[in-house]
């Protein structure tokens, strides 16, 4: 097996200590690489005016392959406030470090799976028939387009002069916002195009084909978004007659979707949205199997090689300063697992996901989320497992 760099990027809050624990599982698990730190997060905006510096993109650039932690991201007027005196009032404006990542190197294609562990004792679980207590087992994956939609970052306050003269070109504008004054008016858009949109839903329909699912479901808002939703379910449509006439093509909207998941979740297998859609319906079954604590991801560009991988919990700021971390780190763990299938390390992959598999239904290791506690600094006084010590239990079963 060639050595390789990973290029690291702990980020903020918990992100430190779930991506050094994940090193170590890698390191029990064989897989042999050279880890260098990159810059990111919120200190870097705060003492540079950018949360992610050149030199992290170049790093990534060099070595491809980069495991996230967690970013801390605060609205515009809170985050300029925390700017170093010397960078106050240069006119510099926060955005999104990973955002950043998915635009700058095109990591279009967002995978998160969804699932279930048997033995955890977050899986959701409904009532059946009579009396009976049921717990279907999750396993879905979604597929996220990564780069367009909502998370654009083409929008206004007060738009210019060019931008409003464009919208009251359209009669629906003109009824409903005409008499709006230009400065009290915010716009962001939502845009799609073809190619990104092709991409995602092959990205998602080969994988139903590769993987045996029987069905993608294209989770838009085509009644009511009509451009855009409804340009993604024709495309689907298209591309799923001409190519993939085995798998079954559903349609759902994000809405119907959110109340159905708890109603029949094992019903689905690959699902595919836009970026703000995909956001939703990915946390929305995360939460099926446990929640964010289990929810994994891999963000990447395939023409690059160019892959991110990270958990999609956020950087839980009070968490990071108790004495003894106590978050989960099967998420990021699990990440670090959908790393080694991007780089073709597919048994130690699954000898990975085992170990996490058999500590889970085992169940005498179970972090705070895992036995139902409030996050507070004395849990593990109480009976929960440190974050390390929940990585001390993988490596033991590896």
Same mark, same amino acid.
């Given at each position: 097996?060639?050595?390789?760099?990973?290029?690291?990027?702990?980020?903020?809050?918990?992100?430190?200590?779930?991506?050094?624990?994940?090193?170590?599982?890698?390191?029990?698990?064989?897989?042999?690489?050279?880890?260098?730190?990159?810059?990111?997060?919120?200190? =870097?905006? *705060? +003492?540079?005016?950018?949360? @992610?510096?050149?030199? #992290?993109?170049?790093?990534?650039? $060099?070595?491809?392959?980069?495991?996230?932690?967690?970013?801390?991201?605060?609205?515009?007027?809170?985050?300029?406030?925390?700017?170093?005196?010397?960078?106050?009032?240069?006119?510099?404006?926060?955005?999104?470090?990973?955002?950043?990542?998915?635009?700058?190197?095109?990591?279009?294609?967002?995978?998160?799976?969804?699932?279930?562990?048997?033995?955890?004792?977050?899986?959701?679980?409904?009532?059946?028939?009579?009396?009976?207590?049921?717990?279907?087992?999750?396993?879905?994956?979604?597929?996220?387009?990564?780069?367009?939609?909502?998370?654009?970052?083409?929008?206004?306050?007060?738009?210019?002069?060019?931008?409003?003269?464009?919208?009251?070109?359209?009669?629906?504008?003109?009824?409903? =916002?005409? *008499? +709006?004054?230009?400065?009290? @008016?915010?716009?962001? #858009?939502?845009?799609?195009?073809? $190619?990104?949109?092709?991409?995602?839903?092959?990205?998602?329909?080969?994988?139903?084909?590769?993987?045996?699912?029987?069905?993608?479901?294209?989770?838009?808002?085509?009644?009511?978004?009509?451009?855009?939703?409804?340009?993604?379910?024709?495309?689907?449509?298209?591309?799923?007659?001409?190519?993939?006439?085995?798998?079954?093509?559903?349609?759902?909207?994000?809405?119907?979707?959110?109340?159905?998941?708890?109603?029949?979740?094992?019903?689905?297998?690959?699902?595919?949205?836009?970026?703000?859609?995909?956001?939703?319906?990915?946390?929305?079954?995360?939460?099926?199997?446990?929640?964010?604590?289990?929810?994994?991801?891999?963000?990447?560009?395939?023409?690059?090689?160019?892959?991110?991988?990270?958990?999609?919990?956020?950087?839980?700021?009070?968490?990071?300063?108790?004495?003894?971390?106590?978050?989960?780190?099967?998420?990021?763990?699990?990440?670090?697992?959908?790393?080694?299938?991007?780089?073709?390390?597919?048994?130690?992959?699954?000898?990975?996901?085992?170990?996490?598999?058999?500590?889970?239904?085992?169940?005498?290791?179970?972090?705070?989320?895992?036995?139902?506690?409030?996050?507070?600094?004395?849990?593990?006084?109480?009976?929960?497992?440190?974050?390390?010590?929940?990585?001390?239990?993988?490596?033991?079963?590896?």
């Amino acid at each position: 097996m060639a050595k390789r760099t990973i290029v690291t990027l702990p980020g903020d809050g918990i992100g430190k200590p779930v991506l050094d624990e994940t090193i170590r599982v890698l390191d029990a698990a064989g897989f042999e690489a050279d880890y260098i730190e990159g810059d990111i997060g919120w200190e =870097f905006w *705060k +003492t540079e005016g950018n949360p @992610l510096p050149q030199r #992290t993109i170049d790093l990534i650039e $060099k070595h491809k392959i980069a495991l996230f932690g967690a970013i801390t991201s605060k609205p515009k007027d809170e985050a300029a406030n925390e700017l170093i005196p010397e960078l106050q009032n240069k006119g510099l404006v926060y955005s999104s470090p990973i955002v950043g990542l998915r635009q700058h190197f095109g990591l279009d294609i967002c995978m998160r799976p969804t699932r279930s562990y048997k033995g955890n004792p977050l899986n959701f679980i409904r009532r059946g028939k009579g009396e009976s207590i049921e717990e279907p087992m999750v396993d879905a994956v979604i597929f996220r387009q990564n780069t367009e939609g909502l998370y654009g970052g083409v929008e206004w306050s007060n738009p210019p002069d060019k931008v409003y003269e464009g919208l009251m070109t359209h009669p629906k504008f003109v009824k409903n =916002f005409g *008499k +709006t004054p230009k400065e009290e @008016l915010s716009v962001s #858009t939502r845009i799609f195009t073809k $190619k990104a949109t092709e991409r995602i839903l092959r990205a998602a329909f080969d994988h139903a084909k590769k993987f045996g699912y029987k069905s993608v479901t294209v989770c838009e808002k085509p009644n009511v978004i009509r451009e855009t939703s409804g340009m993604m379910y024709k495309m689907a449509q298209q591309i799923q007659k001409a190519d993939y006439p085995n798998i079954e093509l559903w349609n759902t909207n994000i809405d119907a979707q959110m109340m159905w998941l708890t109603k029949n979740p094992e019903n689905y297998g690959v699902i595919v949205a836009g970026n703000m859609f995909g956001d939703i319906v990915s946390d929305g079954f995360a939460g099926l199997i446990g929640g964010l604590g289990f929810a994994c991801s891999a963000q990447f560009n395939p023409d690059s090689g160019i892959g991110v991988f990270e958990p999609t919990h956020g950087s839980a700021p009070k968490y990071a300063d108790y004495p003894v971390s106590i978050v989960n780190p099967i998420a990021m763990v699990e990440s670090a697992c959908m790393m080694l299938d991007f780089i073709d390390e597919f048994e130690m992959a699954k000898k990975i996901r085992k170990a996490v598999a058999e500590v889970i239904e085992e169940g005498k290791v179970r972090t705070y989320d895992m036995m139902k506690m409030s996050g507070r600094p004395d849990v593990v006084e109480k009976g929960a497992a440190s974050t390390t010590a929940m990585a001390d239990a993988i490596i033991a079963k590896l």
